[in-house]
């Protein structure tokens, strides 16, 4: 059995984000001592082991719930887990074409300014004016 400072040591997991993970239903209530200390187990290390894994992923909380679900229910389908990792996938891809234009507006605003005094600076002359901005972007929201 181990204490929350245990499985956050062997998960890299911070103890608050057990805590809120254990609050929101992600992670079960744990066992506890007669003085109330949590202690877990390999199921539960294993749980969080992959919702550590899901988050480094990108995965929202929504996902990561319903992946869960899924893996706790073995003998269903795979089709739904593969959807929802296929919705990620596009979700990243559109994050990094977001990204790729950024860097090229800044690569550009980089090129173009010529390291004389910041009354003509292109650097921030592109960041007061957005229409000589180049490229259409959002903000980027990673």
Do not use: W
Not at 46 to 66: K, M, N
Not at 83 to 91: E, G
């Amino acid at each position: 059995m181990l204490t929350i400072g245990a499985m956050a040591r062997k998960t890299g997991t911070k103890v608050q984000t057990i805590r809120y993970y254990e609050q929101i239903g992600l992670m079960p209530e744990p066992g506890r001592t007669e003085g109330g200390q949590r202690r877990y187990g390999d199921a539960e290390l294993d749980r969080l082991s992959f919702v550590r894994h899901a988050r480094q992923l990108g995965f929202s909380l929504d996902a990561i719930r319903e992946l869960l679900n899924l893996s706790d229910n073995p003998g269903t389908s795979c089709a739904e887990a593969d959807a929802i990792a296929r919705r990620q996938l596009k979700q990243v891809e559109q994050r990094l074409s977001r990204l790729e234009a950024l860097r090229t507006e800044l690569e550009r605003m980089v090129h173009e300014c010529s390291g004389g005094r910041t009354a003509d600076c292109r650097v921030l002359e592109v960041l007061r004016d957005h229409s000589e901005c180049l490229t259409e972007h959002d903000e980027v929201g990673l």
